[in-house]
């Protein structure tokens, strides 16, 4: 079992999440964020003064899927996360050693 990380640019939410729901993935955590990487924010001006956003907004996805599926989620988050541009996002793949299901008890992939 693995665990999905996705960064992507906000607009994008409904694009992935329908390419996932397309190869079987059932559940899925966002979270709103803020951060940058290489395109580093920028300059805006308000009340006639200029201010520097250094954390662009994003969102995080994190999900839990079997090993067979890690491949096919991962391409259909970047196909659907990219626009070509700076700031598109990234994916991050890690083990995850147990999962459990609360209000059942059931443990590893019967959880998902």
Do not use: N, W
Not at 45 to 54: K, L, N, P
Not at 63 to 76: H, N, P, T
């Amino acid at each position: 079992m693995k665990m999905i990380i996705a960064i992507i640019k906000p607009f994008k939410l409904e694009e992935v999440k329908e390419a996932l729901a397309e190869i079987g993935v059932e559940g899925m955590t966002v979270t709103e964020v803020k951060g940058f990487g290489r395109q580093k924010g920028h300059t805006e001006i308000y009340r006639g003064s200029e201010y520097t956003v250094d954390f662009l907004p994003k969102v995080k996805i994190d999900i839990a899927v079997r090993d067979e599926l890690v491949a096919k989620a991962c391409a259909s988050i970047a196909e659907a996360a990219k626009t070509g541009k700076i700031g598109d996002g990234k994916i991050f793949v890690l083990p995850v050693e147990e999962a459990i299901r609360i209000r059942t008890g059931e443990e590893g992939d019967e959880v998902l």
